[in-house]
């Protein structure tokens, strides 16, 4: 008898069941069950970022070129695993060419924002011109813990194309596996630990969005949630949340996920907030 996988949730950098011991079931289009999908609780919500708090300092700290490895290295990685997530990607429907491409596009877009660590500071930043005897300038810095309730509407490159920005500009992430794309976001997981990313950096919960997804915009130790919905009431009810401790919010859903034009510096800065340090010419 076969026995269905069952997938954790990824808090810490440690793969762990829900508190509530409650789990939904995957299946194909087919409709054969191929999995168990853990649902998280507003307790976990909790755990994940704890521990992405406890991972934004080391994070932040880590020299930006050295950061740029770890996303260079996650591409290489995901790159050896290459035939396992078409496999998988081919699961949520659709040809095995067009699984490919969406795999490959994924390795590109960790390429991408790889390059973009130790260069996107001296884009972002200024030095602002002021009528009396002072340097003032302008710098990026990351926004903190980000939430980020990942596309339904694509499994790997949308899943990709909002985690990599995030890492890049040296937030910490907890992150909302779509639904129907809870198998591939796990198995990403595995990816990243393989890859050094730190435990804590990226805490990836399951489940239902509609249980859920409440409890990351009222958050008060969340700085930023990014999503992509296009219901309006929704859309009114996450900015209400989010307004409980001004928290950014960014919504992504313009993007062609599959296409090199979501590739862009407004990703990063998306989830950077701009200071201003004055400091006295000397006489």
Not at 11 to 32: D, L, Q, T
Not at 117 to 138: E, H, L, R
Request: charged share 20%; hydrophobic share 40%.
């Amino acid at each position: 008898m076969e026995i269905p996988k069952t997938y954790k949730l990824f808090i810490g950098g440690r793969f762990s069941r829900s508190e509530s011991g409650r789990s939904y079931k995957m299946a194909s289009p087919k409709a054969n069950e191929i999995a168990n999908i853990c649902r998280a609780t507003p307790k976990d919500v909790r755990n994940a970022v704890v521990a992405a708090q406890k991972a934004l300092n080391a994070w932040s700290q880590v020299e930006p070129y050295t950061k740029g490895l770890i996303l260079y290295r996650i591409a290489e990685t995901l790159s050896g695993r290459k035939e396992q997530f078409v496999k998988l990607v081919q699961l949520s429907g659709g040809t095995r060419s067009a699984a490919a491409k969406e795999v490959d596009h994924a390795i590109d877009t960790f390429i991408y924002y790889a390059g973009w660590c130790d260069k996107y500071q001296q884009i972002s930043g200024t030095v602002n011109p002021v009528s009396a005897p002072y340097f003032s300038f302008s710098f990026a810095q990351p926004n903190g813990v980000v939430a980020m309730i990942f596309p339904e509407s694509s499994g790997l490159a949308g899943l990709v194309g909002c985690l990599a920005p995030a890492l890049a500009g040296s937030n910490t992430v907890v992150g909302l596996a779509a639904q129907n794309h809870a198998m591939i976001t796990i198995e990403l997981c595995e990816v990243l630990i393989a890859s050094d990313v730190p435990g804590g950096v990226v805490n990836v919960l399951t489940g239902y969005a509609d249980e859920l997804v409440s409890v990351l915009a009222s958050h008060l130790d969340i700085n930023a949630l990014v999503h992509n919905s296009t219901d309006k009431e929704l859309i009114k009810q996450i900015h209400t949340l989010a307004s409980q401790n001004v928290k950014r919010v960014a919504n992504w859903s313009d993007q062609n996920w599959s296409s090199k034009k979501s590739f862009s510096l407004d990703r990063i800065t998306d989830l950077q907030e701009i200071k201003t340090s004055w400091h006295p010419v000397g006489i």
